[in-house]
């Protein structure tokens, strides 16, 4: 299997979020790769520069990070070409490593844009070096920078950073320094092209939590009247856990339960439901355990919103 450590630079509207294309709001401009074989040894490089289509001018704060000019870009060649060659370079067989959790997302929408995303069929799993970094150095759900783990582990800076060439590099040096059974723990998944049978939904379990992507809804009450997504099992066991706190809303998208497992305790479950391009909805859900002390601050933060609520009728009621 190919490892494929690939980065990604875009650009934006150069004249704000009024003027943007809601199908493309980030348009790449770069894609820079390292191919790695299974020891972790490069054995090949890519590099292309992409000729805009969308957006004729480079906004100000991109050109200020990465320092490329739209002369430059206009010498690259279209995006359809350079994905084809990319995914082409990658191989049959092939595992996305990325620094963050944006650039296989942006990959497919680019590619969705021009027609092309049923070379890349999803949902596409891949591996985030940042997060992987962060869970290896005990300084998870802090992300930090991949400047700050070169500096950590001490790699010589021979380029600059935000170039898509550069950086590939770096991420990629900074995942020989990893521990392998931290990287095949902690897979990741994309969900850009989220599940739409059931047939098609994600179980993932991890050593600490429980990962589900549900199929696709048409709205979003239906989501929180199916038995799987409102469903609690505990992590450990995968055995029904008994609810304490049915569900409740955090905020628009956001709802969480606490639930209770007779052998390995308290469960925090968080649904977050997501909003598709073609206005359908899905929804993650995680389930966690956790101690006593973070159940407590659960419930006090369910009191909290009951009241508040509460309050807000009340004062509705007076208007």
Same mark, same amino acid.
């Given at each position: 299997?190919?490892?494929? @450590?690939?980065?990604?630079?875009?650009?934006?509207?150069?004249?704000?979020?009024?003027?943007?294309?809601?199908?493309?709001?980030?348009?790449?401009?770069?894609?820079?790769?390292?191919?790695?074989?299974?020891?972790?040894?490069?054995?090949?490089?890519?590099?292309?520069?992409?000729?805009?289509?969308?957006?004729?001018?480079?906004?100000?704060?991109? &050109?200020?990070?990465?320092?490329?000019?739209?002369?430059?870009?206009?010498?690259?060649?279209?995006?359809?070409?350079?994905?084809?060659?990319?995914?082409?370079?990658?191989?049959?067989?092939?595992?996305?490593?990325?620094?963050?959790?944006?650039?296989?997302?942006?990959?497919?929408?680019?590619?969705?844009?021009?027609?092309?995303?049923?070379?890349?069929?999803?949902?596409?799993?891949?591996?985030?070096?940042?997060?992987?970094?962060?869970?290896?150095?005990?300084?998870?759900?802090?992300?930090?920078?991949?400047?700050?783990?070169?500096?950590?582990?001490?790699?010589?800076?021979?380029?600059?950073?935000?170039?898509?060439?550069?950086?590939?590099?770096?991420?990629?040096?900074?995942?020989?320094?990893?521990?392998?059974?931290?990287?095949?723990?902690?897979?990741?998944?994309?969900?850009?092209?989220?599940?739409?049978?059931?047939?098609?939904?994600?179980?993932?379990?991890?050593?600490? &939590?429980?990962?589900?992507?549900?199929?696709?809804?048409?709205?979003?009450?239906?989501?929180?009247?199916?038995?799987?997504?409102?469903?609690?099992?505990?992590? &450990?066991?995968?055995?029904?856990?008994?609810?304490?706190?049915?569900?409740?809303?955090?905020?628009?998208?956001?709802?969480?339960?606490?639930?209770?497992?007779?052998? &390995?305790?308290? @469960?925090?479950?968080?649904?977050?439901?997501?909003?598709?391009?073609?206005?359908?909805?899905?929804?993650?859900?995680?389930?966690?355990?956790?101690?006593?002390?973070?159940?407590?601050?659960?419930?006090?933060?369910?009191?909290?919103?009951?009241?508040?609520?509460?309050?807000?009728?009340?004062?509705?009621?007076?208007?």
């Amino acid at each position: 299997m190919n490892y494929i @450590v690939f980065d990604l630079e875009w650009n934006q509207s150069p004249g704000g979020k009024k003027y943007s294309n809601s199908r493309l709001p980030f348009e790449i401009i770069e894609i820079g790769a390292v191919k790695l074989n299974e020891q972790r040894q490069k054995t090949d490089v890519f590099q292309r520069l992409v000729k805009p289509q969308v957006y004729n001018w480079i906004h100000d704060s991109i &050109h200020e990070v990465i320092h490329v000019d739209y002369k430059d870009l206009e010498e690259g060649d279209p995006f359809p070409q350079v994905a084809r060659e990319f995914l082409e370079w990658c191989g049959e067989d092939f595992a996305f490593f990325t620094w963050g959790n944006q650039d296989v997302m942006e990959l497919q929408r680019n590619m969705k844009y021009y027609g092309m995303l049923s070379m890349l069929p999803g949902p596409v799993m891949y591996y985030d070096v940042q997060k992987l970094f962060g869970f290896q150095n005990g300084e998870v759900p802090q992300r930090r920078s991949l400047e700050y783990a070169t500096d950590v582990l001490g790699i010589k800076k021979e380029d600059d950073f935000h170039r898509a060439l550069a950086d590939a590099v770096y991420t990629a040096r900074v995942l020989e320094y990893l521990d392998m059974s931290v990287v095949r723990d902690y897979p990741s998944v994309d969900v850009y092209q989220n599940p739409q049978k059931k047939k098609e939904e994600i179980f993932l379990s991890y050593p600490d &939590h429980d990962e589900y992507v549900s199929r696709e809804f048409p709205n979003k009450e239906k989501i929180m009247r199916d038995r799987e997504i409102t469903s609690t099992k505990c992590p &450990h066991c995968h055995l029904p856990a008994k609810r304490k706190l049915r569900w409740f809303q955090n905020n628009s998208r956001v709802y969480e339960s606490l639930s209770f497992c007779q052998k &390995h305790g308290w @469960v925090k479950g968080k649904i977050r439901i997501r909003h598709t391009d073609e206005d359908g909805y899905y929804a993650v859900k995680t389930l966690k355990n956790i101690d006593e002390i973070k159940a407590e601050e659960l419930r006090q933060k369910r009191e909290s919103l009951r009241q508040k609520r509460q309050i807000k009728r009340q004062s509705e009621k007076h208007i």
